[in-house]
């Protein structure tokens, strides 16, 4: 009954279907909705009604997933993978079409890709969301509607709306726009040059805003768009802003574990908190800007004061004992209560003053981390929103019921914006519109005064004709009541009448009544007088009878009581015969019942057995895993180390470089002014004295290092060790493996050979019990048969029919074979048996394939661990690798700098040795080093210079520079 497809094009897929009384809705991938009922032949279903979904939206067609009806049946709602609701009405009108012709929007549209940013309006009860499906929408929390919606051509970052509830600031791929909330319309006002923008916000008095661009904090004036100044100091994105309440300072955060306190006025840092192992996501600022509140990738909640920690809360405590990462933070004005998302898409409310642990209620969010969290200004409401597309509304209030919003009325504004163009079009409209209105109102003026005029000859006309209609009536009247006065006068004479004809009839009735009575109380008296003789008669007869029937009763009872006897006898034989009978099934019964346990049992405690083997390897190796990836982060540390330090050193070489030319003409120009050097001279002298004892001392530095170097060497062997172990323990793990799969098929041969043996034993045990069934069938019969017959033993000839019954029952012919008697009870209870038996047996079937996929499974899943280990082996191989070329590459560098000193004829000594941790600090003996060498040589170049100044020569007065120091 499916609908045919479009000439030309791929066929539609069903989706979605349901059923209802009169047919069934179906929906396909299409995006349209089928409604089939029922035909006249009753096994057919005609297609009654075909509607598409609206396109509502400006992406590609949807898919519709679900269906649901009503419990009336009068209404379906489908969902699409747009993640949007559609209603369709099936209830049909008085002429049969349906009172709704299309599918219609459910409420409002939803957004369908994750939310990125929500923000809510001080003066107005709107709430504005973006979201990657490049739409911005404004919602109003007070009757739960949408108030504008607005699709882009770029996905929206951020937003930040104005507190007056006239703007708002959206951060797109490739720009940040401020536009304009009109009547109808999102408008673009202004188009600001910041790429990317991951997070914006509005001062608390609309005068200013803060955009993010990179590590980068641009403050903007709002009504002027002059970049008022820039917040620099962030090494990487900053990911939360918070402004003071009387936005004089500006709290932000970001992923390089930095949290900053800013002036606006001066736009400088007053205030700053690095913790490099947490990632802030993000911080809030307490009312009274004493405290700040941050949450990051620690998976606990900071509470610092002055930027500094003041209280670190886990995200444990003993209702949750597992971590979880915090992502959002939220405040309420009035300080009362503290709102925390979590990346589990649920949300904690702490109560203020913290407490460490901290206690809070728990609240079922989203699916999925919580992305944004905002509070409304009155503290009333609080707005969730995360990656599954969602806002979410909730209402605060404290453990007693009472609501945190705050004391007096709030006051919405009302104004809102409407362009100038708009304004006058819509002032023609009004006028064109008004003018209509006149039109018609004189229009059906002039309508009304000739309808007034026809209805008034109307009614006269009607009047006219009512008043000769009631004279007419009124005659009719009259003569009806003339008449009425003779049928009474004629009915009073018939009933005198006839009152006297009565009277004489019943007189005439009386006498022959009295008459009748007499002659039948005569009859009565003579049957009388018979019914005596023939009492007395019958009286006489029962006496006679009664003495013959005592006599044949006894003759009866001997007979009867001689046939008992022989089938008393028939009856303990069988009844011995069952019991023997009896007893070898109950034996049989138990004995496969007990080696059925006990075979059951063993392989339980050898699968219990080896389940625990398996946990323990488990463990074992989950330890071994968090081993391995506490040196994996250790040495991504080290590695990342590395590199810095390398940058540094080639930035170092080349500031060094730089500083040798400038040396080197200062040396030139030095020894053409060496004779006004002479007073100098003794300064220098102590100067190399006390660079003597730095040398010293930089020499002590250098003995440490060296050993510290050692020290290093000596932990990457241990390492390599390591991985050859992990090598071995993979081998020993792959054949244990082997030897599990080998277990496996030796079970599985073992578990047909039971199936065989438990079939075998449930036919001969549904045979014993077909046998015991049908004996004490016919035993409990027997008995019921001779407790009938002992019902009739004052009856002698019920008595012989009920002793022959018995007697052609079980010792005619046809008792010889005890199953032909099965009536339909016994069959009833061979198949209850038989059925209980079967779903033994194929429970006991779903347990053993229930065992055999876990364990399967669990070798899976070792076999996965197993292929992860190897994996983060060659990872740390590789990281080793890399770290070895750097070493190399810095041993390569300096051992250049010293062929490089040595082509200018200096003796540059620098320990070469790069592969320790420490590479800063022998940075640093290296660059002392080589100053004190470059010093060592120009005091000997400047004494050489001495020895062949003549004496006689004035001296020039010192030379101020420190360029050699």
């Known amino acids: ?33 089928h409604v089939f009922e029922r035909a006249d032949e009753r096994e057919f279903y005609r297609a009654v009604r075909k509607e598409a979904l609206p396109q509502s939206l400006p992406s590609a067609h949807q898919l519709v997933k679900h269906v649901a009806l009503s419990p009336g049946e009068d209404t379906v709602v489908c969902s699409t993978d747009r993640m949007q609701l559609y209603r369709l009405s099936l209830v049909a009108g008085d002429d049969g079409k349906p009172e709704e012709a299309a599918l219609s929007v459910l409420g409002q549209p939803f957004h369908f890709a994750p939310v990125t940013g929500v923000d809510v309006c001080i003066r107005k009860p709107l709430v504005a969301t973006c979201s990657i499906d490049s739409s911005v929408r404004v ?164 509470e610092l004061s002055n930027c500094q920690i003041v209280n670190d809360i886990p995200s444990t405590n003993k209702s949750s004992p597992n971590e979880i990462v915090l992502t959002q933070v939220a405040m309420a004005s009035s300080a009362r209560a503290l709102f925390v998302g979590t990346a589990q898409g649920t949300l904690r409310t702490l109560r203020m003053p913290l407490t460490n642990p901290a206690d809070w209620t728990a609240q079922a969010a989203h699916v999925g981390p919580v992305a944004k969290l905002r509070l409304s200004h009155d503290d009333q409401f609080l707005f969730s929103v995360g990656d599954d597309g969602a806002l979410v509304m909730f209402s605060i209030n404290d453990r007693d019921g009472h609501s945190l919003r705050r004391e007096g009325e709030t006051a919405w504004a009302e104004e809102v914006l409407i362009g100038k163009a708009d304004l006058e079009e819509k002032n023609l409209t009004v006028a064109d519109l008004r003018t209509r209105v006149e039109e018609l109102k004189m229009a059906n003026e002039y309508q009304m005064r000739l309808k007034d005029m026809h209805a008034a000859e109307k009614i006269k006309e009607v009047t006219d004709k009512l008043t000769h209609d009631i004279d007419g009536l009124k005659q009719q009247l009259e003569a009806l009541r003339i008449e009425k006065e003779k049928k009474e006068a004629q009915h009073e004479e018939d009933s005198a009448r006839m009152t006297e004809s009565h009277q004489l009839e019943l007189h005439e009735l009386e006498s022959q009544h009295a008459q009748k009575l007499l002659a039948e109380y005569e009859k009565c008296q003579d049957l009388e007088r018979r019914g005596q003789q023939v009492q007395e008669q019958g009286e006489e007869k029962l006496r006679a009878l009664d003495l013959s029937k005592a006599k044949a ?119 053409k002014e060496i004779e006004e050097r002479d007073e100098t001279i003794q300064d220098k002298e102590k100067r190399i004295y006390d660079l003597k004892k730095k040398n010293q001392e930089l020499d002590k530095f250098k003995f440490v290092l060296d050993y510290k170097i050692k020290e290093l060497k000596k932990q990457i062997e241990p390492r390599e060790q390591e991985i050859e172990q992990m090598k071995a323990q993979v081998a020993k793990m792959d054949q244990e493996l082997a030897t599990y799969h080998s277990i496996n098929t030796s079970l599985n041969l073992q578990i047909s050979e039971l199936k065989a043996k438990l079939a075998a034993a449930e036919k001969e045990s549904a045979s014993l019990r077909d046998a015991n069934m049908t004996l004490k069938t016919l035993s409990s019969r027997f008995r019921a048969d001779l407790q009938t017959v002992g019902r009739d033993i004052q009856n002698p000839k019920a008595l012989a029919s009920s002793v022959a019954g018995i007697l052609a029952r079980y010792c005619g012919e046809g008792a010889s074979d005890p199953a032909a008697g099965l009536d339909e009870e016994l069959q009833q209870e061979h198949n209850r048996q038989r059925e209980f038996l079967e779903r033994s047996i194929a429970s006991l079937r779903q347990k053993l394939a229930k065992n055999e996929e876990s364990h399967q499974a669990e070798t899976m899943r070792v076999m996965k661990e197993n292929v992860m280990l190897i994996k983060e082996i060659n990872d740390l191989r590789a990281e080793l690798a ?46 002392l080093q080589r100053i004190v060498q470059m010093q060592k040589d120009e005091i000997r170049r400047l004494r050489e210079s001495l020895d062949t100044r003549p004496t006689s020569a004035p001296r020039l007065p010192a030379l101020a520079s420190s360029t050699l120091a």
Request: glycine share 8%; aromatic share 6%.
């Open 553 to 671: 009763l006894e003759e009866l009872a001997a007979v009867w009581q001689q046939r008992l006897d022989e089938k008393s006898e028939s009856l303990d034989l069988a009844r011995v015969e069952m019991g023997s009978l009896t007893r070898e099934y109950d034996e049989t019964t138990k004995q496969v019942e007990t080696d059925a346990e006990r075979e059951i049992l063993a392989i339980k405690n050898k699968y219990e057995r080896l389940l625990k083997d398996e946990r323990d390897t488990n463990l074992r190796l989950k330890g071994d895993n968090g081993i391995l990836r506490n040196k994996l982060k250790g040495l991504s540390g080290e590695i990342e180390e590395h590199a810095r330090h390398r940058e540094e050193m080639d930035n170092e070489q080349k500031r060094l470089q730089a500083h040798i030319r400038a040396l080197e003409r200062d040396i030139a120009t030095g020894k």
């Open 139 to 302: 919602w109003n929390y007070q009757d739960h509607s949408l108030e504008l919606c607005k699709f882009f051509g770029e996905e929206a970052y951020s937003i930040a709306m104005h507190p007056s509830g006239l703007q708002v600031l959206v951060g797109f791929n490739d720009k940040l726009r401020l536009m304009n909330l009109l009547m109808d319309d999102i408008r673009v006002a202004k188009e600001l040059n910041i790429r990317g923008c991951r997070e914006c916000c509005f001062s608390h008095g609309g005068h200013l805003f803060a955009a993010v661009q990179g590590n980068i904090i641009q403050i903007f004036n709002t009504y002027t768009l002059e970049n008022v100044g820039n917040l620099k100091g962030h090494n990487g994105k900053v990911r939360s802003l918070c402004w003071s309440a009387d936005d004089m300072r500006l709290v932000s955060c970001g992923l390089d574990g930095a949290i900053y306190e800013w002036s606006i006025q001066t736009f400088q840092r007053v205030a700053e908190n690095v913790l490099k192992s947490c990632s802030y996501t993000c911080n809030v600022m307490a009312p009274d800007g004493k405290s700040v509140f941050a949450v990051g990738s620690d998976r606990t909640l900071k």
């Open 882 to 927: 890399d770290s070895r070329s750097v070493n190399k590459n810095l041993e390569s560098t300096v051992r250049s700098t010293q062929r490089l000193g040595k082509m200018r004829g200096q003796t540059i000594d620098i320990t070469t040795d790069t592969r320790s941790a420490s590479v800063r600090d022998l940075d640093d003996l290296e660059q």
């Open 1 to 33: 009954a499916a609908p045919a497809a479009a000439a030309g094009a791929a066929p539609a897929r069903v989706e979605c279907f349901g059923a209802y009384a009169r047919g069934f809705v179906v929906g396909d991938s299409r995006g349209t909705v």
